[in-house]
Structure formats: structure tokens, C-alpha cells
């Protein structure tokens, strides 16, 4: 079957849109290895400095990582523990997945 898809036709969603249970705000005390059951939205207050890993590459794939501490940074890795990016203190993130690898897209 032949596809309709032009680009012109605009996707509408008639409501607001809502996540359930797509925001996580915790205090952690150890480094915390995310998987895609967990809230894409994280807001973590750290302990000291922190990693959190990302869960293995998946197309299209998103997490939005808010540091909730005025002095400590969280490292954020992929699941080959190399880094992507550390969100700095008081700061958030959102980070992309392309399928093959882990990408920054915003910092503030």
C-alpha cells in the first residue's frame, strides 16, 4: 500500500498533551543507569558529582536530565560509558538519540 504522506498535512492534537508518569524527581546517592521504562523527564538532586548513563541507543529516542543542585555536576554517558555531556549545576539538558549514538540538542 502506497503511502499518502506529503509533508503538507499538519499532525493535530485537539488536546493538551501529557505524559503519564513522565517526570521523575529524585534525590540520588549513587549514579543512576536510566532504561526506557523510566520518565523521560529526570530532575535529580545529586549528592555529590554524579553520572547518569542513558540506555542503549534507540532512533528518536529522549531525555530531558535536570540538575537540581547548586554545587554538584552529572555526567551524562551513553551505555558504553563514554561521555556525552555534564550538566552543570542548576542546569538542564535534553539529549537525542540519532539510533547510533547519543547527542546533546539543548543546554540551559
Known sequence: MASDYNSAQAFKV???FEF????????????????????MIQ????????????????????FFIKNENSTYAI??????AS????VA???GSLFAC???????VIKA
Do not use: C, F, M
Open 14 to 16: 485537539a488536546r493538551h
Open 20 to 39: 503519564k508518569n513522565g517526570v521523575n524527581i529524585q534525590s540520588i546517592v549513587d549514579n543512576k543507569t536510566l532504561t526506557y521504562k523510566d520518565s
Open 43 to 62: 530532575i535529580l538532586d545529586v549528592d555529590s558529582n554524579r553520572d547518569v548513563i542513558l540506555p542503549a541507543e534507540r532512533n528518536g529516542a529522549i
Open 75 to 80: 555526567t551524562v554517558k551513553n551505555a558504553g
Open 83 to 86: 561521555t556525552v555531556a555534564a
Open 89 to 91: 549545576a542548576s542546569e
Open 98 to 104: 540519532d539510533g547510533s549514538d547519543w547527542k546533546l
